[in-house]
C-alpha cells in the first residue's frame, strides 16, 4: 500500500485490484465511483506515483491491489479526456518496468484526443529516449488518428516527420513507425518508406515490405496455409516402417587391443607398443601418472 494518501473517490482505486486485459470498451467505468473532472490533478498524482511504480520495478508483488492503481488511474484520465494530462503523463513512457501502463498510456492518449497531439510530437521527436518508449508515443499518434479521423493527417504527419530522417533513426524505431503508418493505411507515405527499405534502414523483424504493401491493399495477401491433419496422419510411420535392430550383430570384444598392421613409415620409428596385460593395478597406476603430467 502506497504511503501518500489520496482522497475519495480516487482512493477507491488503490484497492480495485487486477484490470482485465480488454480493449478499450471493455474497460470498467471509472466515472461510476463519482470520479469527475475535479480529480483529475490527484489521478495524475497517481499514475505518477514512485511509490506504485517501485511496486512493479523492484516488489512485482502481483497480490498487492495497489499493484494496479496506476493503471486505473491512467484509464480513468482516459475516460474523462483529460487534457490536462497529456504533458504530464508523458514521462511515463521512460518507464522501463512498466510495460503494462505504457500499453495502456497509448490507448489514453486515443481517448484524450486531438489536444494531446502536440505533446506526443515533442516527444517522439527527442531522440533523448529510447526507442522502445518513441514508438509507443507513436501508437498513441496512431490510436488518436483511429478515434478521431478529422485528426488522421494530422498525426500521419507527425510519424512522417520523423521517419523522414530514417538514416539517423534507430532501424527498430524506423520498423515500428512504418508499422504505424502501414496499421493507418497510410499509402501517401508510401514512396518514402520504399525509401527508407532501400536505404536498408528498416529492422525487418518488426515488418517487411510486402507486409506494408499487403496492409495498403496493393498487393494480395498470401493465404496462411494450414496443413491437411488427415493427411499428416495418414503419411505417418508405422511400426513396419521402423527398422528393426534386433539381428544387427553386436560388437565384436576383444580379450587384448586388436593390433593393426603398420604402414606408415614415421609410425614405424615409434617405441614398441606396450603390451596390455589387463593388470588393473598397472592400468590404473598408468592414468594416475599421466593424469600428474597434465
Given at each position: ?17 487486477e484490470p482485465d486485459l480488454v480493449k478499450v470498451e471493455g474497460w470498467p467505468d471509472y466515472l461510476a ?262
Amino acid at each position: 500500500m502506497t504511503e501518500t494518501p489520496y482522497t475519495p473517490p480516487v482512493d477507491q482505486l488503490l484497492t480495485y485490484g487486477e484490470p482485465d486485459l480488454v480493449k478499450v470498451e471493455g474497460w470498467p467505468d471509472y466515472l461510476a465511483l463519482g470520479i469527475g473532472p475535479e480529480d483529475i490533478p490527484e489521478l495524475i498524482r497517481m499514475a505518477k506515483d514512485k511509490q506504485i511504480h517501485d511496486i512493479h520495478e523492484e516488489e512485482y508483488d502481483e497480490d498487492d491491489p495497489t499493484f494496479y492503481a496506476a493503471v486505473h488511474a491512467i484509464r480513468a484520465l482516459g475516460q474523462l479526456h483529460a487534457e490536462a494530462a497529456a504533458y504530464p503523463l508523458l514521462p511515463l513512457f521512460d518507464e522501463p518496468g512498466d510495460e503494462w501502463i505504457v500499453e495502456e498510456l497509448a490507448k489514453v492518449y486515443g481517448m484524450i484526443g486531438p489536444s494531446a497531439i502536440p505533446a506526443l510530437a515533442s516527444y517522439l521527436r527527442d531522440d533523448s529516449h529510447e526507442t522502445s518508449s518513441r514508438a509507443y508515443a507513436s501508437n498513441g499518434l496512431a490510436a488518436i488518428a483511429k478515434r478521431h479521423p478529422e485528426s488522421r493527417s494530422e498525426a500521419i504527419a507527425v510519424i512522417t516527420q520523423v521517419l523522414e530522417q530514417f538514416e539517423e533513426n534507430d532501424p527498430e524505431l524506423n520498423g515500428l513507425l512504418i508499422g504505424d503508418l502501414a496499421d493507418l493505411k497510410a499509402t501517401e507515405t508510401l514512396p518514402l518508406i520504399e525509401r527508407a527499405f532501400e536505404a536498408d534502414r528498416v529492422d525487418e523483424f518488426f515488418i517487411d515490405l510486402d507486409y506494408v504493401l499487403e496492409e495498403f491493399g496493393l498487393k494480395e495477401r498470401k493465404p496462411l496455409e494450414i496443413p491437411d491433419l488427415r493427411s499428416l496422419i495418414s503419411n505417418r510411420p508405422t511400426s513396419e516402417d521402423i527398422p528393426s535392430y534386433e539381428n544387427t550383430p553386436s560388437q565384436p570384444t576383444y580379450s587384448e587391443p586388436p593390433s593393426f598392421p603398420v604402414r606408415d613409415s614415421y609410425a614405424q620409428r615409434l617405441p614398441t607398443p606396450i603390451k596390455f596385460s589387463g593388470n588393473k593395478k598397472q592400468g590404473k597406476g598408468k592414468k594416475q601418472k599421466a593424469h600428474k603430467k597434465r
